[in-house]
């Protein structure tokens, strides 16, 4: 298992984050894991928000082994005592899970905490026990329903204010990465840019080349 610092080095590094569902509909979870990871995604996150626990250690497994092989993070949504289970690199919450520090206490030192930021306000607020942020949704998407898009606007404020590393996420794709990278972001997280690409390897390819 990686140490901290390496697990630090991973999170700075990475340019592409990838959050998934564990793909039951097109059933091909461990290729689609080994091609967006071989195709230079460095963080991938499971996140099915209906599913239970059992659910959750069976697909984690998958993930897990993935990362592995291709020496990523892999990050479980909002269940601290999942990505403990499964030894996963770490857990990202929303502003109204989980707090960070109490995250920090049930997965230790060495562990990746990520927080959802919405506004500069959250930003501001972030507690220090998380070791990244995001901020979004920067454009309008259907993983966050009812949120109202923050624009572009959040990035600036980010680049400026943030420093602690930090993705820009929502709606997100090859269509407007030179935007969202042109107002000051060098990492984003993605979902359907890549989950619903006819060629997930290429897909990611194509956002990384900006």
């Known amino acids: ?24 509909e097109q059933g091909d979870l461990p290729e689609f894991l080994d091609a967006i990871l071989g195709a230079g ?7 099915e928000k209906q599913a239970d626990a059992a659910e959750l250690l069976s697909w984690g497994a998958t993930f897990r082994a993935a990362c592995d092989r ?8 909002d269940r601290p005592d ?21 995250c920090r206490r049930i997965l230790g030192s060495e562990a990746i905490i990520g927080l959802t930021c919405n ?3 959250d930003h501001a607020n972030a507690l220090p026990e998380a070791d990244y942020l995001t ?15 923050v624009g572009l606007d959040l990035v600036r ?13 929502g709606g997100i794709d090859s269509t407007n ?4 990278r042109a107002a000051g972001a060098t990492q984003i997280a993605v979902v359907r840019a890549v989950t619903d690409a006819t060629d997930p390897a290429k897909a990611v390819a194509e956002l990384l080349e900006v």
């Open 70 to 77: 291709h020496d990523a993070l892999f990050i479980v949504d």
């Open 135 to 149: 901020a979004g949704p920067i454009f309008a998407t259907p993983t966050k329903p009812g949120r109202t898009p």
């Open 177 to 180: 990465i030179a935007d969202v």
């Open 119 to 121: 506004s500069p306000e």
């Open 41 to 47: 995604v460095g963080i991938v996150q499971l996140r």
């Open 82 to 102: 999942v990505a403990l289970a499964l030894g996963a690199d770490g857990v990202h919450v929303g502003q109204q899970d989980v707090p960070a520090s109490i």
């Open 1 to 24: 298992m990686d140490s901290r610092e390496a697990r630090l080095a991973k999170l700075r590094d990475t340019k592409l984050y990838v959050v998934t569902d564990a793909r039951r």
């Open 157 to 169: 404020s980010a680049a400026e204010h943030v420093s602690r590393p930090w993705f820009a996420i």
